[in-house]
């Protein structure tokens, strides 16, 4: 039996910024149906690497596919295929929710009724019923994250990169979040993640691969990155253990947050 | 409040804003490089126009009984300024009327009649009556009614009686008169108000969306850049339309209410449908070109200060041309059309007094547009998530660049101890901003430069050349860590780029040269004081030194700052084409004369291709060489002043075979490039595409 094509398969992917290497040499694949945490510090090229998935940057070497679609060649039928929702939740402050999923729906190509349609059904799905026509700065944090979401998701694409999409967000809001995630998960879609809550990658990530100065250290599933790190207690100790950093200071002042928001006990 | 406190807040604000190298720029680079360079250029034009509508002779003609008339004569054809006469006289047999005034055909009219002979007693008793008709809307019928005025006042001792009783009769009809006070008022402040129409939209939708952090969301939709970016401008044009359209109508109602205080209810009508035709004609194109301006400057910035920054002297840079087109009575034709800014200003102008001709028109709009849709592209290609999302360019801060510069490449930097992959800086191409940085000073130099040349022409040239450009060019490459033969591009050429370069250099001051004087001819002051400082080279020492102060030290010196780090510096952002037409520019704007601009900038762009296509800065040098021992050797021949009296058959033919001589050049050139291809790429080019 044959395994399924990956729908994110990235090979020897290095990009520089001038004089500063962010990423280097990085391949990894994402199947469907499969979430991939991308964990590290700050600074590791976590969000470089989404980008360059999502096509808005370009790799200095390397290939990157998205079903199939070489992000530097066709980077629009990429993003076609592709939400992407940033760590910053972008949404345009003067537009009311309505109004930016109807934008966005007309530049991924849906017609008046699927646009309405698929809307409707998404606002249903992630109550966005409660302020969806009320200007975008109007809103909270998780309310725009939703909405976030729901524009990522609005064109029902193959691969999702979500950038540190729980960062900022309540407890209730980032086990919402994680919730829809694992149910697009179900739905087949290929998730690529980021974050740097350890606790959250363990709860929600299928595989992880370890970032560490945009190099991958280590990949795998939670269980198999502690047994590589000499069976760590915690993916934190297995990521230091993997740095070679023991329990110390790091030495470039970076920390990995142990707990995510809403998953274990308070922050 | 705490001294010390007030000291501590304003240091640690002066050294934040002090370490934005944009702002120091723009800071720096406009008031003492720019500025003084658009002045220079304003008070040129000026200074032309005025001594050019001063050389020509008003076409005055007088009528009236045959002996008055042609004392009267008589008397105004001894007028004159600087050997050029004040007037072309005519007597014709039937007089000349009002409607000849008003059409152009003459610009003033004067009709004498004998004194009466029961005329006594007053000031002019016994004086002949001179009537004098001119138009008001039309400047050189002004000029023409000044000078009567002149000579007919002049020579008279205090107390005499005056020979003429002189009447001024203004002919322009109401509307052309409301017509010529819009025509005044209406043009600039339509320019400026669109202008300042796309001022903020601009800032808004590049550098507020990247401050409000929705650039990333922008950019993730399925959408080509050129389509963004065209919405954007389109989003801004229309803004800016409105602008315009709004403070025409609010700026005519002003006026005509102004007008009827100021005429107690008897105003001049105003031409409603001309101020129409003016929004519809000149609104569009001028609001699109400032909003494609505007929008491709913003996608610049980092922040909405940033952008405002920027934008500020562009604006005034944009309002610079359209001050000047309202303000200088220039006629719309020729030349005048294809400047931005001053093209919409003197269309405006024209339709709102109701003589644009449809020529003026369509070369008005399509020449905005043409600059609008140049800007666009720019804009698209700014607007480039590579580098708005990149990491802000890591170049070397003040004091790594003072320490490169006194000790040398010794140091290694931060970057390089974390990345030892890094490519190897001694071999790293200057940045663009490094070359913007450069042309500033070399600018700055100029000035600097400009009093010991003053004093002693030769060495302070030759100071200038050797100490402050290429002296410049050695201690940027020094002081950033550069190989300066690498900064320099400073290879070995085949001999089929070298040849090229001599053809190039030998033909292109023909072709270039000729057409441009062909086409927008210098006043012949300016051509004479060219002529002046291109040295002959009397005797046979004097050749030798005036090819080697005006050739060679050139070639070498200019070549090496302007096809060295900014030519070089601006390949890492444009395509091949754009950076060597940014050069050529910049080449042009340097040498500070806005006769030679284009000549000058076009010979820029030969060299900065040149340059380019050979990947080597020799063969640039030897054309810049050849092309300035031309023109010397021109001089000594004192053939150089026959450029200016030849038929068109000559030109025509001259710029035939220098063209001829010029492809061949760029066919070898061509040739040379094709062969270094097949050797192999070479490092540190830029990213963009290849000409």
Redesign the interface.
């Given at each position: 039996m044959t395994s399924p094509a990956p729908a994110v398969a990235v090979d020897s992917l290095s990009k520089s910024f001038g004089a500063t290497a962010a990423v280097a040499e990085l391949s990894f694949a994402i199947a469907p149906g499969e979430i991939y945490g991308l964990l590290g510090p700050n600074g590791a090229g976590k969000t470089t690497t989404l980008r360059i998935l999502a096509g808005i940057l370009l790799p200095t070497r390397g290939r990157v596919e998205v079903v199939g679609l070489d992000v530097a060649r066709e980077p629009l039928a990429v993003r076609q295929h592709l939400g992407f929702l940033t760590n910053t939740t972008g949404l345009y402050p003067r537009l009311s929710g309505r109004e930016l999923l109807r934008y966005f729906a007309r530049l991924h190509g849906l017609d008046r009724d699927a646009a309405t349609a698929r809307i409707a059904a998404l606002a249903g799905a992630l109550e966005l019923g409660g302020f969806f026509d009320r200007r975008c700065e109007a809103l909270s944090t998780g309310e725009r994250q939703r909405l976030s979401i729901a524009r990522a998701v609005l064109h029902d694409p193959a691969v999702l990169v979500l950038d540190e999409p729980t960062a900022g967000l309540d407890v209730l809001a980032s086990r919402f979040l994680r919730d829809f995630v694992r149910a697009e998960r179900d739905r087949g879609k290929a998730v690529a993640f980021s974050t740097h809550y350890l606790a959250e990658a363990e709860l929600l990530c299928d595989r992880i691969g370890l970032l560490h100065r945009g190099r991958l250290l280590a990949e795998g599933t939670p269980a198999a990155l502690r047994a590589a790190a000499g069976d760590a207690p915690s993916l934190e100790e297995a990521f230091l253990r993997l740095v070679g950093a023991g329990t110390g200071p790091r030495p470039d002042g970076s920390a990995l947050s142990p707990r995510p928001p809403g998953s274990d006990g308070p922050r | 409040m705490k001294l010390a406190q007030v000291m501590l807040v304003a240091g640690k604000e002066l050294r934040e804003t002090l370490r934005d190298r944009r702002t120091l720029a723009v800071m720096v680079l406009f008031p003492l490089v720019v500025y003084p360079l658009v002045s220079l250029a304003t008070v040129q034009v000026l200074t032309a126009r005025i001594g050019r509508g001063d050389k020509v002779p008003a076409r005055v003609s007088i009528s009236g009984p045959r002996p008055i008339a042609e004392k009267l004569h008589a008397r105004l054809a001894a007028r004159s300024h600087d050997g050029n006469p004040d007037f072309a006289l005519s007597l014709p047999p039937t007089p000349a009327t009002a409607a000849d005034v008003r059409a152009g055909r003459v610009d003033a009219a004067i009709a004498v009649e004998k004194p009466s002979p029961g005329a006594s007693g007053g000031g002019a008793a016994g004086a002949a009556t001179a009537r004098v008709l001119f138009d008001e809307t039309q400047e050189r019928s002004r000029t023409a009614r000044t000078r009567i005025e002149e000579a007919l006042a002049a020579g008279l001792e205090p107390g005499c009686t005056p020979s003429y009783a002189v009447t001024i009769e203004g002919v322009a009809p109401r509307t052309a008169m409301g017509g010529y006070l819009l025509s005044r008022i209406l043009p600039l402040v339509i320019v400026v108000m669109v202008m300042l129409g796309a001022f903020h939209p601009a800032i808004d939708i590049t550098a507020g969306e990247r401050e409000?952090?929705?650039?990333?969301?922008?950019?993730?939709?399925?959408?080509?850049r050129s389509a963004l970016m065209t919405g954007k401008v389109v989003a801004v044009a229309t803004l800016a339309m409105l602008s315009g359209v709004l403070n025409l109508a609010s700026m005519s109602i002003t006026v005509l209410e102004g007008a009827k205080l100021a005429a107690a209810g008897a105003a001049p009508s105003l031409p409603w449908a001309n101020a129409g035709a003016a929004a519809l004609l000149v609104i569009p194109p001028a609001a699109f070109l400032f909003a494609s301006v505007m929008v491709a400057i913003g996608a610049l910035a980092r922040s909405f200060k940033e952008a405002q920054t920027l934008l500020t002297p562009v604006y005034f840079m944009c309002m610079a041309p359209a001050l000047l087109a309202a303000l200088g009575d220039f006629e719309l034709r020729g030349a005048a059309a294809f400047i931005p800014g001053v093209g919409v200003t003197l269309l405006a102008r024209d339709v709102i007094a109701g003589h644009a001709s449809v020529g003026a028109i369509v070369a008005v709009f399509a020449s905005s547009v043409g600059y609008g849709a140049a800007a666009l592209a720019l804009a698209c290609r700014l607007y480039d998530?590579?580098r708005l999302?990149?990491?802000d360019?890591?170049g070397l801060g003040l004091r790594a660049w003072l320490r490169h510069l006194l000790f040398g490449p010794r140091a290694t930097?931060r970057?390089?101890v974390?990345?030892p992959?890094?490519p190897n800086?001694a071999d790293a191409p200057p940045t663009a901003g490094h070359a913007l940085a450069l042309f500033g000073v070399a600018v700055l130099l100029l000035f600097a430069f400009l009093p010991i040349q003053k004093w002693r022409l030769v060495p302070g040239l030759a100071l200038f050349e050797w100490v402050g450009l290429l002296g410049l060019t050695a201690v940027y490459a020094r002081g950033s860590g550069r190989r300066f033969t690498s900064v320099l591009r400073l290879r070995k050429p085949s001999l089929a780029a070298v040849v090229g370069a001599i053809l190039i250099g030998a033909s292109a001051w023909l072709v270039v040269g000729l057409l441009v004087q062909w086409v927008l001819p210098a006043p012949k002051e300016v051509e004479e004081h060219i002529r002046r400082i291109i040295p002959s080279g009397e005797g046979k020492g004097g050749f030798t030194f005036a090819i080697l102060l005006v050739a060679f030290t050139p070639a070498i010196c200019e070549e090496a700052l302007f096809r060295g780090p900014i030519l070089r510096g601006l390949r890492t952002r444009l395509s091949a084409l754009g950076a060597a037409v940014a050069t050529g520019l910049l080449f042009g704007l340097y040498h500070g004369d806005v006769w030679r601009f284009i000549p000058v900038a076009v010979l820029g762009f030969a060299f900065s291709a040149i340059a380019l296509a050979t990947d080597s800065i020799v063969p640039a040098m030897i054309a810049h060489f050849t092309n300035n021992a031309c023109l010397i050797a021109l001089a000594r021949a004192g053939i150089d002043e026959a450029g200016t009296e030849m038929t068109v058959r000559q030109r025509l033919t001259l710029v035939a075979v220098g063209a001829v001589v010029l492809a061949a050049g760029a066919a070898l050139i061509a040739h040379a490039r094709r062969t270094r291809r097949v050797r192999g790429p070479e490092p540190s080019e830029g990213s963009g595409p290849q000409m």
């Open positions: - | 409000r952090s929705t650039l990333e969301t922008t950019l993730s939709a399925p959408i080509p998530s590579e999302l990149g990491a360019d890591a930097t970057d390089e974390i990345n992959d890094l800086t």
